[in-house]
């Protein structure tokens, strides 16, 4: 039975791959890591560190890609295309309809570009399949992901009966750990043994999932946030769409939205402020 690992390089699952390196958790065979080649800087540095450490422990980690979700993206919102014509990489944009309603674009990117191009590898590299062969018909693979204890509505069921889906970060289906792991406690374990290491979050530049938090940070980085700038004004207007196209939920311009927290505008910190508990409201 192989074991292998989905790898975002992100908070959860570099946490799953360095319980595995430690004999936390049972060997993995291997980890891929999927590449919109969008990401910012600190993960690519995070990444080559964890190859670096797995190799030491002798778990490969292998990089896959679909090509380049930014621009692939682009040509999309231009051309309903990309440039060889054969992707379809539609992000979650919002849309602001000229009568000022709003929409959203529906999300292809993660499957196009995160999960077919990992199982693609699977079938042809791991398991030696040739394209259009019959994959087994018995379980020949754990498929594992780094999705934490607070987040259970992102796991699936396998759609193929060659893979089993583990979380053992959530201990399914089985009892990897002596109780399920959130992501505070991953960051807590990774403090713990990895001190001198920052894991960053591993997302696109430019997903339009970020919360403001998220812009905030990628903001702090100027060459990241130039980047995601600059990307919002090239999408604005979409061939297939009546609408302008914005990557921030608000619907206007990235550049334009107020990402100041709450302290930063003033208003109460009402949790700092509360009575202590004292008057029992
Ligand atoms: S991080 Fe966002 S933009 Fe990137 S693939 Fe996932 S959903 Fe799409």
Not at 56 to 73: F, K, M, S, W
Not at 94 to 103: E, K
Not at 149 to 157: H, L
Request: with cysteine; glycine share 6%; proline share 6%.
């Amino acid at each position: 039975m192989l074991r292998v690992l989905s790898l975002g390089a992100g908070v959860q699952s570099s946490t799953v791959l360095l319980m595995s390196c430690k004999g936390i958790l049972p060997k993995l065979d291997s980890a891929i890591f999927s590449d919109t080649q969008w990401e910012p800087k600190a993960v690519y540095a995070h990444l080559e560190w964890l190859t670096d450490e797995a190799a030491r422990h002798g778990i490969p980690v292998h990089r896959v890609t679909e090509g380049n979700l930014r621009q692939d993206a682009i040509d999309f919102q231009k051309f309903s295309k990309s440039a060889d014509g054969k992707r379809y990489a539609s992000m979650p944009l919002f849309v602001l309809n000229p009568d000022g309603t709003g929409g959203i674009v529906r999300r292809q990117c993660t499957s196009e570009y995160k999960i077919k191009p990992i199982e693609r590898f699977i079938r042809r590299n791991l398991l030696g399949l040739k394209h259009g062969e019959h994959a087994p018909r018995d379980v020949v693979l754990e498929h594992w992901f780094g999705i934490s204890a607070d987040e259970p509505q992102r796991m699936r069921m396998s759609r193929h009966l060659w893979q089993r889906h583990v979380y053992p970060l959530c201990n399914v289906p089985d009892d990897y750990l002596p109780k399920p792991m959130t992501r505070r406690g991953c960051l807590a374990w990774l403090a713990e043994h990895y001190p001198d290491r920052e894991v960053p979050r591993s997302s696109c530049i430019g997903c339009p999932f970020h919360s403001d938090d998220e812009w905030r940070r990628i903001k702090a980085d100027p060459e990241s946030w130039a980047d995601a700038v600059d990307f919002d004004r090239q999408i604005r207007s979409m061939e297939a769409m009546k609408g302008q196209v914005f990557l921030h939920a608000k619907r206007i311009p990235l550049d334009q939205v107020d990402l100041r927290t709450d302290t930063e505008k003033g208003q109460l910190e009402l949790w700092r402020h509360e009575c202590q508990g004292m008057c029992g409201v």
